[in-house]
């Protein structure tokens, strides 16, 4: 090969060049190709090697080299040539054997090309490898895991200390604390004000004592005292009818009036509607702030149920609701407060039973009178006694009594003679008669009247509130 006078390469030496091997062992080739030369095979003027074998020279002379004799190119040193295989990083060829053997085994690494092993000096000991290079699998680095875990060893033991130090200072300063609040106890605050329980309000029912009416709840408590009212009826929807010298209004909870007009005859709130009559002539309806839904139109009207109202105009009575639309036409001759879908109307001097969803009769006008459905039972009068039917208009309590009112809580009262009791669903007696009144259950009170005063049944029949009002109305849901 031609030796170019124009490249400039610094020599590459063995401690500074790596030298990869695939299988760390030298090439079987190299070694059997290898020879020793002559100093004639050396260019002493580039730096020739200082005997015949090259073994103990710096390294081959820059641009020149040894390979049979033959010249590198200058620049390109042996490893450059095309005979250095990048794969194994030394020359295929030209391995010198004044590289022994055991040297290349024990010191040659993985890419490093030289011993790793420092206590041995291969440097000294095998021409051509440097010295006081740290072997791969030195006792520097084996030693490194165990300090590793020394200096773990010793945190844990810090925090181990520091957190018992910790606790030991709480614990003394609790017992400081606690010998400090022994020694000077803090002052006794004051009680609180005991304050009366807030009576329950969730129904309510109108009683009158002297000649005022106020208002009572369930366990007897006054919520409303009886003071200025002269007439009163039950809550509904937050708010229930009273009457004073100058007309009917409107209170709440609170005691307070709705400040509207006053009225000469009202009926209870259905749906956020009220009829109200104006001057003895007209009603209409008004919503809670006093203001009309209806202007005052109708001749007549009666208590609502479900949000529907009877109406009249002229002689024919209609059904309107809380919006004041025509539910039903005004057709028929009289009407009862509707309940459960159903409204009780007369035609002619017949009452029967009208069906809001279908406007078909479930009991043709027939009866002498009727009242309102509750708990799937009728009232209806027949050759003057009073006996119930069903929504498919049979007659399942026979007429039998001489008064009645509506089924409420699995109760309706009757009257038998001059007393009153209550049945149930099916017609069977469960309060004998024994009162000279009685009204409707709700809240599972029932007001009923004993000789001159009014009190409180429970559905057992036991009085709950002794007699004492003068008169006394059903409980009913303030809301």
Excluded at 5 to 30: I, L
Excluded at 260 to 273: E, H, R
Aim: proline fraction near 8%; glycine fraction near 12%.
């Amino acid at each position: 090969m031609s030796t170019s006078e124009n490249q400039d390469h610094t020599p590459q030496q063995p401690g500074n060049q790596p030298y990869p091997d695939t299988d760390g062992q030298p090439s079987q080739q190299a070694a059997a190709e290898t020879v020793s030369y002559s100093a004639a095979d050396y260019s002493h003027e580039l730096g020739a090697a200082s005997d015949a074998t090259g073994a103990q020279t710096t390294e081959y002379a820059q641009g020149t080299g040894y390979y049979h004799g033959q010249s590198y190119p200058q620049g390109t040193g042996y490893y450059q040539s095309q005979e250095y295989l990048e794969t194994q990083g030394y020359p295929q060829q030209g391995y010198p054997q004044t590289y022994p053997q055991p040297g290349y085994q024990q010191g040659y690494g993985q890419g490093i090309g030289y011993a790793h092993q420092p206590e041995t000096a291969y440097g000294s000991q095998w021409p051509g490898y440097p010295q006081g290079m740290p072997p791969q699998g030195s006792n520097s680095n084996s030693k490194l895991p165990w300090v590793v875990f020394a200096i773990l060893v010793i945190l844990l033991v810090i925090g181990i200390a520091t957190l018992v130090l910790m606790l030991l200072g709480i614990r003394d300063q609790t017992a400081t604390s606690s010998q400090s609040a022994t020694a000077n106890p803090a002052p006794t605050a004051a009680p609180e004000p005991t304050t009366a329980p807030t009576p329950t309000v969730t129904a309510l029912a109108a009683v009158a004592t002297g000649d005022a009416w106020g208002y009572i709840n369930t366990s007897g408590e006054v919520i409303i005292p009886p003071t200025k009212y002269e007439r009163s009826w039950h809550f509904s929807e937050g708010w229930a009818p009273v009457y004073r010298a100058e007309g009917w209004t409107f209170v709440n909870l609170e005691g307070r009036e709705l400040k509207v007009p006053i009225y000469s005859d009202v009926w209870q709130f259905s749906y956020g509607a009220a009829p109200v009559q104006i001057g003895g002539v007209k009603w209409g309806l008004i919503d809670t702030e006093g203001s009309y839904i209806v202007e005052p139109t109708y001749d007549e009207m009666k208590e609502g149920g479900d949000g529907l109202f009877p109406a009249r105009i002229g002689e024919k009575w209609g059904l309107v609701d809380f919006n004041g639309q025509t539910v039903i036409d005004f057709t028929y001759d009289g009407m009862k407060p509707p309940k459960d879908g159903i409204v009780g109307v007369r035609q002619g001097n017949a009452w029967g039973y009208l069906s809001l969803g279908s406007r078909e009769f479930i009991f043709t006008p027939q009866a002498e009178d009727v009242w309102r459905f509750g708990d799937d039972r009728g009232p209806v009068r027949i050759d003057g006694k009073w006996g119930f039917i069903d929504k498919s208009g049979k007659l399942v309590i026979q007429a039998e009594y001489d008064d009645v009112w509506d089924f409420n809580e699995g109760l309706a009262p009757v009257k038998l003679g001059e007393v009153w009791g209550y049945i149930d669903a099916s017609g069977k007696q469960v309060i004998e008669p024994k009162y000279q009144t009685a009204d409707v259950f709700s809240g599972g009170l029932a007001p009923v009247q004993t000789v001159d005063l009014w009190g409180y049944i429970d559905t057992t029949g036991k009085m709950v509130i002794p007699p004492q009002y003068l008169e006394a109305r059903p409980f009913k849901a303030t809301s």
